[in-house]
T-cell receptor, first 117, second 114 residues
Framework: AQKITQTQPGMFVQEKEAVTLDCTYD???????LFWYKQPSSGEMIFLIYQGSYDQQNATEGRYSLNFQKARKSANLVISASQLGDSAMYFCAMREGRGGSNYKLTFGKGTLLTVNP | NAGVTQTPKFRVLKTGQSMTLLCAQD?????MYWYRQDPGMGLRLIHYSVGEGTTAKGEVPDGYNVSRLKKQNFLLGLESAAPSQTSVYFCASSYRWAMNTEAFFGQGTRLTVV
């Protein structure tokens, strides 16, 4: 079974509008962390935002926010006021706690976001 | 401020040839990872290491070997390259004891096996 599922292979959004990229995860570990990375066409991996399983509030970083619904095991990325430079591949990832020895970082297949002018 | 450095950046191999990809990090991270990225498949974990002298298999370890003789270096070897190993390879590193710290990535190595 996949640990991280991103159901949207591609998404389109108009410049200045908000967009939500979906991510669901599967774990039985009570301690885990969820990450979002951006990969522009140049290829580098850029960390965007982190959400811990015990965090009470949804994470926010500038125009990025994470809609964390623990019971549904979803961690959707919301980008507000989209910009042309947001066009990229976006990956959701999870690190499981395993009683304090967290190691593996598992990625989803990604969502390609295109921002239209 | 080097971070994570991968060498080489590009390589073309013939089927059956061997090569080693080098990953070096200067952040004193305990964890290091090798991933491969293929279209539509996301990043898949090949091997990882939780500290100097340790290695472990990830999701897709077949055809690859790794070594971590020094904390700062993580080597990925292909003993007999196959066309199915054509991919973009990423190395990453992270702290061990902080769940909320992100993994830092190298710039990737584009490998083509013909």
């Amino acid at each position: 079974a996949q640990k991280i599922t991103q159901t949207q292979p591609g998404m389109f959004v108009q410049e200045k509008e908000a967009v939500t990229l979906d991510c669901t995860y599967d774990t039985s570990d009570p301690s885990y962390g969820l990450f979002w990375y951006k990969q522009p066409s140049s290829g580098e991996m850029i960390f965007l935002i982190y959400q811990g399983s015990y965090d009470q509030q949804n994470a926010t970083e500038g125009r990025y926010s994470l809609n964390f619904q623990k019971a549904r095991k979803s961690a959707n990325l919301v980008i507000s006021a989209s910009q042309l430079g947001d066009s990229a591949m976006y990956f959701c990832a999870m690190r499981e706690g395993r009683g304090g020895s967290n190691y593996k970082l598992t990625f989803g297949k990604g969502t390609l976001l295109t921002v239209n002018p | 401020n080097a971070g994570v450095t991968q060498t080489p950046k590009f390589r073309v191999l013939k089927t059956g040839q061997s090569m080693t990809l080098l990953c070096a990090q200067d952040m004193n991270h305990e964890y290091m990872y090798w991933y491969r990225q293929d279209p539509g498949m996301g990043l898949r974990l090949i091997h990882y290491s939780v500290g100097e002298g340790t290695t472990a298999k990830g999701e897709v370890p077949d055809g690859y070997n790794v070594s971590r003789l020094k904390k700062q270096n993580f080597l990925l070897g292909l003993e007999s390259a196959a066309p199915s190993q054509t991919s973009v390879y990423f190395c990453a590193s992270s702290y061990r004891w902080a769940m909320n710290t992100e993994a830092f990535f190298g710039q990737g190595t584009r490998l083509t096996v013909v």
